[in-house]
Every structure is written in structure tokens, then in C-alpha cells.
């Protein structure tokens, strides 16, 4: 019995990123994206502080499943970001990240909260 508890436990927690990475509300149906990108692409809560030609400035929670801690940062926008709804500066949103083959992230789809 003690080793079945375990075993649950062990899976629950090794589970947890993997849902939470899954269950953040957005579509992804539509989206022109390899599998590769939407399979290691992660999410975060964020404000939009600005919006430019080709970056976002924003401050973001932690994003655990890349080692980030909350911070604001200047992201690229990729060129086919999707956004969903208007967004503008203040709004509070969900940011999806995707790894370009540089290693470096970039917001491939925001949408508001």
C-alpha cells in the first residue's frame, strides 16, 4: 500500500507542469506553428506594459518549466504572433512562448485575461 501512495504521489507531482501547461484557456487549433513549437511552447500571466513594431515589453510571473522568475522583459513577437482580441498596454494577459532554433523565446500568442 505504501509503495501504490508513493507511486500516485510520485505521478502527481511529475504531472502537475505538464497539466498547468495545458490548461491555460487557449486555442491553439489555429494556430501556424510545427508540433515541435506548440509541444514545448509555455505559458505565463503577464501585463502588457508596450507594444511595438516586432516586441512586447512586458512583466510576466515565474515560468517555471524554463527557470524564469517573474521579471519584465522586451520579447520578440513572432512574425505570425497570434493576438487574440485587442490588447493594449496595462491589459493583463496569457503570453505563449515558443523556443526558436536559436534557443531564445518569443511571444507566438497572447491573449487577454
Known amino acids: 500500500m505504501k509503495t501504490?501512495?508513493?507511486?500516485?504521489?510520485?505521478?502527481?507531482?511529475t504531472s502537475m507542469p505538464a497539466f498547468a501547461q495545458?490548461?491555460?484557456?487557449?486555442?491553439?487549433?489555429?494556430?501556424p506553428m510545427s508540433s515541435e513549437q506548440m509541444e514545448g511552447?509555455?505559458?505565463a500571466k503577464a501585463v502588457v506594459?508596450?507594444?511595438?513594431?516586432?516586441t512586447a515589453n512586458v512583466s510576466h510571473d515565474p515560468i517555471?518549466?524554463?527557470?524564469?522568475?517573474?521579471?519584465?522583459?522586451?520579447?520578440?513577437?513572432l512574425e505570425n504572433a497570434e493576438m487574440m482580441g485587442e490588447i493594449s498596454?496595462?491589459?493583463?494577459?496569457?503570453i505563449m512562448l515558443v523556443k526558436g532554433?536559436?534557443?531564445m523565446y518569443a511571444i507566438g500568442a497572447m491573449m487577454p485575461n
Open 41 to 43: 511552447a509555455v505559458h
Open 4 to 13: 501504490l501512495t508513493a507511486t500516485l504521489g510520485l505521478l502527481a507531482l
Open 49 to 54: 506594459n508596450s507594444i511595438g513594431d516586432g
Open 22 to 31: 495545458m490548461n491555460h484557456g487557449m486555442d491553439h487549433s489555429n494556430m
Open 101 to 103: 532554433s536559436d534557443g
Open 64 to 77: 517555471p518549466e524554463i527557470g524564469w522568475p517573474a521579471m519584465t522583459m522586451d520579447l520578440p513577437l
Open 89 to 94: 498596454a496595462g491589459d493583463e494577459v496569457t
